[in-house]
């Protein structure tokens, strides 16, 4: 399976400026024999939270239908990271979704775990049903949000859900690239299956700066392909999901874990 990361600067506060770098990108883009794109967090509108509501898509639209027809044209599945997205209320959830190639959605998420160092419980409704393991391809993937990375019960979750491909969609900051880094290759390691997580770049009108460094890594925790911390690129990996079963076979951590005997699951 070949993957393209996507990592550009989301335009504060500007949606349609968003859609059309997005529209851009896919434009531009030698897709190839790409099957999957991956878009970041929150793309469409950035942070700016106080003013959330007037980002927000209803049911994913009219984004969805857009990405449907991108999806549609390129003959590729897009993991197309969160937005901001209402569901007829007045709550915003940090909505992530993923559109198969025919344009049809495969995929709906909301963020479960919201951020108290940026004031997400403030502003957003958080999620109340846990990120699902979903087909790409036929192949078993999940699809979690940013902050979901630090919470290592879900991606367990998920990897004995039977997923072999975790997607990180993010808007990580800078001063934590080190968590970063390790969070993500330890979630490849210890569930022995493909991380790929997509960040932005460049620094938000808030002063926030973002960490870049979209990467994808495989079942022994190496590092395939990576972006820089600063450079709008593509990130791009072929997947070899048999090699998964071989890191199990090798290190046969599903085989020797006590169950009975772990105090919290
Ligand atoms: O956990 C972190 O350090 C960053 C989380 C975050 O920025 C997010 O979830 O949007």
Avoid at 11 to 17: L, P, Y
Avoid at 110 to 129: A, C, I, Q, R, T
């Amino acid at each position: 399976m070949k993957i393209k990361i996507f990592q550009f600067q989301v335009i504060d506060s500007d949606t349609e400026a968003n859609l059309n770098k997005v529209e851009e990108m896919f434009r531009e883009t030698d897709l190839g024999s790409t099957d999957v794109v991956v878009l970041p967090e929150m793309w469409t509108s950035g942070y700016d939270l106080e003013n959330i509501r007037d980002y927000a898509a209803d049911n994913l639209e009219p984004v969805k239908s857009f990405i449907g027809r991108l999806a549609a044209d390129n003959d590729v599945t897009v993991v197309a990271g969160s937005i901001p997205n209402t569901y007829g209320g007045s709550g915003v959830y940090n909505t992530a979704f993923t559109v198969n190639n025919n344009g049809e959605l495969i995929y709906e998420y909301s963020k479960m775990h919201l951020v108290p160092m940026l004031n997400e419980p403030e502003f957003l409704e958080s999620g109340d049903k846990p990120a699902e393991v979903f087909e790409i391809n036929g192949e078993p993937a999940g699809q979690v949000i940013c902050y979901d990375l630090r919470f290592p019960e879900l991606f367990r979750d998920l990897s004995l859900s039977g997923a072999k491909i975790i997607f990180v969609v993010a808007e990580w900051p800078i001063e934590r690239t080190e968590h970063w880094i390790t969070l993500l290759k330890a979630r490849a390691i210890e569930n022995q299956c493909y991380i790929v997580a997509s960040n932005t770049t460049g620094t938000q009108q808030n002063g926030t700066q973002f960490a870049g460094r979209s990467m994808i890594i495989n079942p022994f925790g190496e590092i395939l392909a990576e972006a820089a911390k600063d450079t709008e690129e593509t990130v791009t990996a072929e997947l070899d999901l048999n090699y998964i079963a071989k890191v199990r076979k090798d290190i046969p951590i599903f085989d020797s874990r006590r169950k009975e005997l772990y105090k919290y699951l």
